[in-house]
């Protein structure tokens, strides 16, 4: 039961990350990261949605904490964004 949450919990991870690096929420952004599942932190912080990886979001907003952390926690600064807005 606890593996099914966690997973259920490590596809959830990936809009709040999204809205956390849009929205310059560290304390969210943080408490996620230390929740997830072993090896996931990097996985989710190089997720693109709408082509736009959270560091790209953060980058975009202005939101230098949350774009050290997500370099922490292994965010690529090689990526390409797809998209042309970010939303």
Same mark, same amino acid.
């Given at each position: ?15 709040? @990350? ?5 929205? !310059?929420? %560290?304390?969210?952004?943080?408490? +996620?990261?230390?929740?997830? #599942? *072993? ?15 959270? @560091? ?5 907003? !202005?939101? %230098?904490?949350?774009?050290?952390? +997500?370099?922490?926690?292994? #965010? *690529? ?11």
């Amino acid at each position: 039961i606890e593996t099914k949450w966690k997973a259920e919990f490590d596809r959830e991870a990936i809009p709040i @990350l999204r809205v956390a690096a849009r929205d !310059g929420l %560290l304390r969210v952004a943080n408490h +996620l990261f230390r929740i997830l #599942a *072993k090896g996931k932190a990097e996985e989710i912080a190089n997720t693109e949605i709408n082509g736009w990886t959270p @560091l790209f979001r953060s980058v975009y907003q !202005g939101h %230098l904490s949350i774009v050290k952390l +997500l370099l922490e926690k292994g #965010a *690529k600064v090689s990526t390409q964004t797809t998209g042309s807005e970010c939303d």
